[in-house]
T-cell receptor
Framework: GDSVTQMEGPVTLSEEAFLTINCTYT??????LFWYVQYPGEGLQLLLK?????DKGSNKGFEATYRKETTSFHLEKGSVQVSDSAVYFC???????????FGKGTKLTVNP | GAVVSQHPSRVICKSGTSVKIECRSL??????MFWYRQFPKKSLMLMAT?????????EQGVEKDKFLINHASLTLSTLTVTSAHPEDSSFYIC?????????FGPGTRLTVL
């Protein structure tokens, strides 16, 4: 079945450091890809998405590019802030389905 | 954006009792809601899809007689864990679908003693 693999956390960075969280997927067909973020005490929020190969999703300084050839959707940010501390989930959904398949999540801590 | 609430946020109960968790869409109507379970250091696992006015669709391996789901209105779905046991202790999260996006509640931490 479909699956999503994220890099193991936790990830600890200093403020203004560069962030990469790796995400690869296994899926039949052409899924849509998502990054969700969960801030402490809150529900998951959609951070960005991409629906087809070579699409780049971006939001709040975060970016991820849908790479079909490497089945990847790595999350990047050039300069993280303390407020970016959260758990980040990579996910996919197959076309015609409403079921999200999640990775295990990566906890990010940004220190001042 | 759309807001989904869950109640309670945390519950501790004795083994053998039943626990009800509510999921509400506060500022929109949701014909479809989802219930997930999250174990430590593991991804969210979809338990069931709840459609307003009809029976829930359970994922393979989820006991429908143990995890009762009721979606009686367009803004409320409930998950009842019946005859709870310690292995049911987990973090339960609901979401509601609007168009092609899901909005998530903050989760409920269930601890069964």
């Amino acid at each position: 079945g479909d699956s999503v693999t994220q890099m193991e956390g936790p990830v600890t960075l200093s403020e203004e450091a560069f962030l990469t969280i790796n995400c690869t997927y296994t899926a039949t067909g052409y899924p849509s890809l998502f990054w969700y973020v969960q801030y402490p005490g809150e529900g998951l929020q959609l951070l960005l998405k991409a629906t087809k190969a070579d699409d780049k999703g971006s939001n709040k300084g975060f970016e991820a590019t849908y790479r079909k050839e490497t089945t990847s959707f790595h999350l990047e940010k050039g300069s993280v802030q303390v407020s970016d501390s959260a758990v980040y989930f990579c996910a996919l959904i197959q076309g015609g389905s409403e079921k999200l398949v999640f990775g295990k999540g990566t906890k990010l801590t940004v220190n001042p | 954006g759309a807001v989904v609430s869950q109640h309670p946020s945390r519950v501790i109960c004795k083994s053998g009792t039943s626990v009800k968790i509510e999921c509400r869409s506060l500022d929109f109507q949701a014909t479809t809601m989802f219930w997930y379970r999250q174990f430590p250091k593991k991804s969210l696992m979809l338990m069931a899809t709840s459609n307003e006015g009809s029976k829930a669709t359970y994922e393979q391996g989820v006991e429908k007689d143990k995890f009762l789901i009721n979606h009686a209105s367009l803004t409320l779905s409930t998950l009842t864990v019946t005859s709870a046991h310690p292995e049911d202790s987990s973090f339960y999260i609901c979401s509601a679908r609007v168009w092609d996006e899901q909005f998530f509640g903050p989760g409920t931490r269930l601890t069964v003693l």
